[in-house]
């Protein structure tokens, strides 16, 4: 199993940015597909963003597109979610999720999963 950790979370306010990051752990990176998704108060983890495990395909949200921007560095064993144009909507608590074998938006198809970095966006 891979270890994740993510870090770069914090408070901003609308319109700003913020960068996450999701290290990995005890076991090659790039031998993972990866995704981030969120969990608000009182409501389902839902996905954001994925990247294949070279990083050559990536997909998004139709509530993130445009405005936030998944990548990796297999080197340094780190993925990154770059936001921008933050929005309240958009606070939430961001998990990295890693998979061999699947590369979806399905949170149930991931089986490696970090605690979390909680993402606040105030108006």
């Known amino acids: 199993q891979v270890q994740l950790a993510e870090s770069g979370g914090g408070s901003v306010q609308a319109g700003g940015s913020l960068r996450l990051s999701c290290t990995a752990s005890?076991?090659?990176?790039?031998?993972?597909?990866m995704g981030w998704f969120r969990q608000a108060p009182g409501k389902e983890r839902e996905f954001a963003a994925a990247?294949?495990?070279?990083?050559?395909?990536?997909f998004y949200s139709d509530s993130v597109k445009g405005r936030f921007t998944i990548s990796r560095d297999n080197a340094k064993n780190t993925g990154y979610l770059q936001m921008n144009s933050l929005k309240p909507e958009d606070t939430a608590i961001y998990y990295c999720?890693?998979?061999?074998?699947?590369?979806?938006?399905?949170?149930?198809?991931?089986?490696?999963w970090g605690q979390g970095t909680q993402v606040t966006v105030s108006s």
């Open positions: 999720a890693a998979d061999v074998a699947h590369l979806t938006s399905t949170p149930y198809d991931y089986d490696n």
């Open positions: 005890g076991r090659p990176f790039s031998n993972y597909a």
């Open positions: 990247i294949s495990w070279r990083g050559e395909e990536t």
